[in-house]
């Protein structure tokens, strides 16, 4: 069985976790955001990346959701001593490690796609891990000053309280899905879109041309697990994003806002027991809507998220 | 009074350290190898400016001679476990922090001595700390098999134990002198060629196009400290590099190997008691030169050695 995932960051990856744990023999490839990515002192941060594969390789900062067990901020300490840089944007000692490795094989020539795969050997993440593209996309916020920042300074430094009135993806007309980003699509036996920031971070792999369109053409089914649980976001500010492209932060509007196939891109979609409204509302429209408890509180809870969204366009195998 | 030193490394920090300590209030400029540097995982790093700021900032690993002091390994060996990289090539953790800091601001396009004069704003080494170029000029070794590779990776992976044909620097022709490099020799009240190696760190600095005509032509007079005491040299593998280019590891025949102006670069030259009898040799060649203790054991006994060589000149305040 063939499950491809579009993912961001700390959401997308614990989904994920739940989904490998669900389905141990499944072919499991992810497609992840890279409009987070920067340049930040020379180094290349991928942080949606790093983030899946630190956790599903069994690495990852746990109670943090990103970074390395164990970091220290000695180097980055050190780094803001010379009063330089980004100093909201700390780079754990142990993740450096991970930029320095992926800068230097950047700077030998290879794509950031076989880049991935090579330092996700050490992880062993147990799934095909993609960027979603190998071409530089970065996602920038346009403010209500008219200042335009890099969306880490915006999430990270301002917590996202500065309004937005749009973001923009630095080359993103020009960009090509990475090597095997539309065949996971195409050939999938089930798309799912989990829990991520619908703005940013599935948004911006929705954007690169010709991942839509994969998406509606596709034979397999394709569900969503919403990140919005009564009115919030489960985690990080997507309300913030959501409020910027005119969205409601509510899970029916999420739902509304991907659209359903083939002028949208799902199938169904799944919310969180608190809305049960909204999934009911969104049958009344012809959806393929239900309910569960949505909140992943450990693995085994979100191999249970996994199974009731895949329970619900049949693709339980 | 003005003093400017053409420096290495850890050599040459040492002895700067200690005519610092003999001079409180000359101003004084170094001038420094950056042969050496590289760029390694996608930062820049330059070994001697380095230790010249570390050094003579307080802050250098005293018994190591170079980097950071308390610096622990745990972002190198993480990298290491990537199986990526130069693993010989330890990139201390604080050490690290230079660099990133340094790639930053040259990211940003600022030269190499405005970004070295704003990271030593943080240590406040008491010296005008001037790259020889600003252009990114390496020094390579060609090998016995044919094959080129970097300085370092000859001298820190390989102890200089493979035998060097000759060294190449890449750009040399066209680089240009930093700002400040020979205005600094032009208006010195004296030039110290301190114990350096004569090959790749001094020699280097000699070739960078006006270097070694404003030394000809400056009206300082110019002493050197010999690198090499009783056949061998005191610290390093200088014999490797002086036997490379058909040298003897001798403290005359370094000496010679500068040559004394107007051909050469040097008026005078100071040499360890045990080499007392290439000082009488000198001397009868028509040399200013002398011998005294010139083991660096501490920063006192460093001034004392600053002394002498200064005195041959007659250059003491």
Redo the contacts between chains.
């Keep these: 069985m063939n499950v491809t995932i579009l993912s961001g960051g700390v959401g997308g990856a614990r989904f994920t976790r739940g989904l490998r744990a669900l389905l141990p023999d499944a072919a499991v490839t992810v497609v992840a955001n890279t409009g987070d990515d920067l340049?930040?002192?020379?180094?290349?941060v991928c942080p949606d990346l790093d983030t899946l594969m630190y956790t599903l390789g069994g690495a990852v900062h746990e109670e943090q959701g990103w970074g390395r067990r164990d970091e220290?901020r000695?180097?980055?300490d050190?780094?803001a001593?010379?009063?330089?840089?980004w100093e909201w944007f700390t780079?754990g000692?142990?993740d450096?490690?991970?930029h320095?490795?992926r800068?230097?094989?950047?700077?030998a020539g290879l794509p950031l796609s076989q880049v991935t795969a090579r330092?996700a050997q050490?992880w062993a993440p147990d799934v095909t891990l993609l960027p979603m593209t190998d071409d530089e996309v970065e996602t920038h916020v346009v403010l209500a000053d008219g200042r335009e920042v890099h969306f880490e300074e915006w999430w990270v430094r301002h917590r996202a309280a500065l309004p937005a009135v749009r973001f923009v993806q630095t080359n993103l007309a020009t960009a090509v899905p990475a090597p095997g980003v539309l065949e996971a699509i195409a050939d999938a036996d089930v798309v799912v879109v989990p829990p991520s920031n619908p703005v940013v971070s599935v948004g911006t792999i929705l954007a690169v041309p010709g991942v839509r369109e994969a998406l509606r053409t596709t034979t397999a089914p394709v569900v969503g697990v919403s990140p919005v649980v009564g009115g919030a976001p489960v985690r990080g500010m997507a309300d913030a994003c959501l409020t910027a492209i005119g969205v409601e932060t509510s899970a029916a509007a999420v739902a509304r806002h991907y659209g359903r196939r083939p002028d949208g891109v799902l199938d169904a979609w799944l919310v969180d027991d608190r809305d049960a409204d909204a999934a009911r509302a969104l049958r009344s429209e012809g959806w393929t809507a239900g309910s569960a408890n949505t909140l992943m509180t450990d693995v085994p809870t979100t191999a249970r998220i996994a199974a009731d969204a895949l329970a619900l366009v049949g693709a339980l195998p």
């Design positions: 340049w930040l002192h020379g180094v290349r220290s000695r180097t980055s050190d780094l001593a010379y009063g330089l840089g780079l000692d142990l450096l490690a991970t320095l490795a800068t230097e094989l950047l700077r330092l050490r």
